[in-house]
């Protein structure tokens, strides 16, 4: 089917000659009130993705985005179909290096000043438990957050879980102590190259004892006392966290939130920090 453009004054249209009807692109028409638009675009966008992994290679997940402009003030809509044409374009591969070259052909093929990429998936670690090595899969939420065009900026986010042992619980008990999930989320604005697994590290030797996806009965009893070793609030968790990425050369300025989902209070514990650099 052959297809020509015919243009009025105040819109363009894609008419198929062997129908003879025109597809009004109604996007691309003016709009008088005159008001530009920070954010639009697309968002829930489920699509497969390979991620760069320290030891492994690349690791196939699913990745859900969102994927926004700026909307200039003369224009009625954007284009929602080549948000999708853009992501389509570059092999499922997204990281440190694709995704500024993704942001700009988005400004490009939108008549956009700046850009914004958000990708959030699950990152698989294989595990071993602390005594007798039995391995399993560990699942991490993590993503990317990125901008580019009048503002540039790359972000990576993660959601790391660990066990927290109550100072006060220990100190206050003739024996035991209340101890409870932690979920302590970052978002770090890197500095060259760093990997999700080293932050993951770092994390999660901060606190009273790390999670496992498979524990016999010799590592349920180290885990356990490892954690009455070293109680944390908190607050001690977000300083511990801060104090490592102190010490990492590839972390800039980051964001710190922890959140204890409480065993005997009918609250959670939370604690935030941010830090510019």
Same mark, same amino acid.
């Given at each position: 089917?052959?297809?020509?453009?015919?243009?009025?004054?105040?819109?363009?249209?894609?008419?198929?000659?062997?129908?003879?009807?025109?597809?009004?692109?109604?996007?691309?028409?003016?709009?008088?009130?005159?008001?530009?638009?920070?954010?639009?675009?697309? @968002?829930?966008?489920?699509?497969? /993705?390979?991620?760069?992994? =320290? !030891?492994?290679?690349?690791? $196939? &997940?699913?990745?859900?985005?969102?994927?926004?402009?700026?909307?200039?003030?003369?224009?009625?809509?954007?284009?929602?179909?080549?948000?999708?044409?853009?992501?389509?374009?570059?092999?499922?591969?997204?990281? @440190?290096?694709?995704?500024?070259? /993704?942001?700009?052909?988005? =400004? !490009?093929?939108?008549?956009? $000043? &700046?850009?914004?990429?958000?990708?959030?998936?699950?990152?698989?670690?294989?595990?071993?438990?602390?005594?007798?090595?039995?391995?399993?899969?560990?699942?991490?939420?993590?993503?990317?957050?990125?901008?580019?065009?009048?503002?540039?900026?790359?972000?990576?986010?993660?959601?790391?879980?660990?066990?927290?042992?109550?100072?006060?619980?220990?100190?206050?008990?003739?024996?035991?102590?209340?101890?409870?999930?932690?979920?302590?989320?970052?978002?770090?604005?890197?500095?060259?190259?760093?990997?999700?697994?080293?932050?993951?590290?770092?994390?999660?030797?901060?606190?009273?004892?790390?999670?496992?996806?498979?524990?016999?009965?010799?590592?349920?009893?180290?885990?356990?006392?490892?954690?009455?070793?070293?109680?944390?609030?908190?607050?001690?968790?977000?300083?511990?966290?801060?104090?490592?990425?102190?010490?990492?050369?590839?972390?800039?300025?980051?964001?710190?939130?922890?959140?204890?989902?409480?065993?005997?209070?009918?609250?959670?514990?939370?604690?935030?920090?941010?830090?510019?650099?």
């Amino acid at each position: 089917m052959r297809v020509m453009v015919v243009k009025r004054a105040d819109v363009e249209m894609v008419m198929p000659e062997s129908e003879g009807t025109p597809l009004v692109d109604i996007q691309s028409s003016q709009d008088v009130r005159n008001i530009p638009i920070d954010k639009v675009g697309v @968002r829930n966008v489920k699509y497969p /993705i390979k991620v760069l992994e =320290r !030891d492994n290679g690349v690791q $196939q &997940t699913v990745g859900n985005f969102s994927l926004t402009v700026d909307l200039p003030r003369e224009f009625k809509g954007t284009h929602m179909s080549r948000f999708l044409e853009v992501l389509g374009e570059y092999n499922h591969e997204i990281g @440190r290096e694709t995704i500024p070259v /993704i942001l700009s052909k988005l =400004r !490009d093929k939108l008549s956009a $000043q &700046t850009a914004h990429l958000e990708v959030r998936f699950t990152l698989f670690r294989e595990k071993a438990a602390p005594v007798t090595g039995k391995v399993g899969m560990m699942g991490y939420e993590c993503g990317f957050i990125a901008a580019g065009g009048e503002i540039d900026e790359f972000q990576i986010f993660l959601c790391v879980p660990v066990t927290t042992l109550c100072p006060c619980s220990k100190e206050i008990s003739k024996f035991g102590a209340h101890n409870q999930r932690g979920y302590v989320t970052a978002r770090i604005n890197t500095v060259g190259m760093l990997w999700l697994e080293d932050v993951i590290d770092m994390i999660e030797a901060a606190g009273s004892a790390q999670l496992y996806p498979v524990l016999k009965r010799p590592d349920e009893k180290y885990v356990t006392e490892h954690a009455y070793q070293n109680p944390r609030f908190v607050e001690d968790m977000v300083r511990e966290v801060a104090l490592a990425f102190d010490t990492h050369p590839n972390v800039g300025s980051y964001e710190i939130e922890v959140e204890n989902h409480e065993s005997i209070h009918d609250h959670n514990a939370y604690a935030y920090l941010k830090r510019e650099k």
